[in-house]
């Protein structure tokens, strides 16, 4: 490390019984240093005002708008416990009721939305981390194809109801 993140860090990486538990705890404890407190609050304000679909995001998929909002929260120092109620609220009323019947089934966790009936982003097939689908199963492949098909029309009756 070296410079100024050398001097705001040094202390508590070095330390034996305050040291950052994690590289996450590091980053906030940077973050706070270079947002001045007008910066946050602008930030915070960008974040409220977010919603999926908005005026120049009117095509967006549900997995782009949520890297959008992972990103304002972050930025807008949103308490990531927060993340799943408030990502509910600024999903289009048209979208919750499409997803209204697994709700539940998210417990409340941010990390498991995926936006599509009956997925979750673990297991979702239009989610790039997923391995285990072999694409050359005719099954999984008709599997991936419906998955793509349904966000397609998702995103398409979103934009033609807006």
């Known amino acids: ?16 019984t305050h040291g950052f538990r994690s ?13 001045t407190g ?17 005026k120049g995001h009117a095509s967006e998929t549900f997995p782009e708008f ?20 408030y990502m509910w609220n600024k999903l289009t009323p048209q979208f919750r009721s499409r997803v209204a019947i697994i709700k539940n089934q998210w417990n409340g966790d941010y990390q498991t939305m995926c936006g599509k009936p009956g997925h ?16 050359n199963d005719p099954e999984a492949e008709e599997q991936w194809e419906e ?3 349904l966000q397609s029309d998702a995103s398409i009756e979103e934009n033609d109801e807006a």
């Open 147 to 149: 998955a793509v098909e």
């Open 120 to 135: 979750f982003q673990d297991k979702c097939p239009l989610n790039a981390t997923v391995k285990e689908i072999d694409r």
């Open 38 to 54: 007008n910066e946050t609050e602008q930030a915070r304000n960008l974040f409220d005002d977010l919603q999926i679909g908005e």
């Open 66 to 85: 949520k890297a959008r909002f992972q990103s304002a929260a972050i930025t807008g120092q949103v308490s990531e416990s927060e993340w799943f109620q």
């Open 23 to 35: 590289a996450e705890e590091m980053m906030h404890l940077l973050g706070s240093y270079y947002l």
């Open 1 to 16: 490390m070296t410079g100024l993140a050398k001097t705001y860090l040094e202390h508590q990486y070095l330390s034996a």
